[in-house]
């Protein structure tokens, strides 16, 4: 079954120092992935796709993410956090056959320390 | 470009009413999915339209419904709420490339 696992529910970290958000899909294809970002009340900002080619893709705010095929992982990247980084975090598989879906991660809040 | 609108921000109903949410999507595109945001939950999607007709449908119950317009307005409408309703309600539309959506700011639902 199609599915995506973030196994850290709640993420601290201060001010400056980096951040790595991991996230695990089970896919029988290659599939596309997504990492969003939602404040408090908002709806999904998209931070950076993958799709194909290079493995370390780039986004807005800072923020990149690599794809490992052979660990089934996309895991979030930033060197420096800042306090406006504070947020929940969602990583998303998007089909590749048939009907275009999405699956969604249960998200990673991120909590930032001045 | 106006990002994905979606009215009201806000809604407090009782059970047993029903609620009608609206998503305008971003000029041009055509799919309009809506998703159901609880702590408990996740993300979850309800379903999809593409160029007024339904193109994917999650497991939701027959109480959720939706509809576009010939303009890619969508409308979902929930009959019969429950406590369980509660939830923030999220938009997205998407164009040209499927696996690009742009998501609204969400309907918070507030059932008591």
């Known amino acids: 079954a199609q599915s995506v696992t973030q196994p850290d529910i709640h993420i601290t970290v201060s001010e400056g120092a980096s951040l790595e958000l991991r996230c695990n899909y089970s896919y029988g294809a290659t599939p596309y992935l997504f990492w969003y970002v939602q404040s408090p009340g908002q709806g999904l900002q998209l931070l950076l796709k993958y799709f194909s080619g290079d493995t370390l893709v780039q986004g807005i705010k800072g923020f990149e993410a690599e794809f490992k095929r052979s660990q089934s992982s996309f895991n979030l990247r930033k060197p420096s956090v800042h306090w406006s980084d504070a947020a929940e975090y969602f990583c998303a598989v998007g089909t590749t056959s048939g009907t275009y879906k999405y699956i969604f991660g249960t998200g990673t809040r991120l909590k930032v320390l001045a | 470009k106006a990002g994905v609108t979606q009215t009201p921000r806000y809604l407090i109903k009782t059970r047993g009413q029903q609620v009608t949410l609206s998503c305008s999507p971003i000029s041009g595109h055509r799919s309009v999915s809506w998703y159901q945001q609880t702590p408990g939950q996740g993300l979850q999607f309800l379903f999809e339209y593409f160029s007024e007709t339904q193109r994917n449908k999650g497991n939701f119950p027959g109480r959720f419904s939706g509809r576009q317009f010939s303009n890619s307005r969508s409308e979902m409408n929930v009959s019969t709420l429950e406590l369980g309703d509660s939830a923030l309600y999220l938009c997205?539309?998407?164009?040209?490339?499927?696996?690009?959506?742009?998501f609204g700011p969400g309907t918070r639902l507030t059932v008591t």
């Open positions: 997205a539309s998407r164009g040209q490339n499927p696996y690009e959506q742009y």
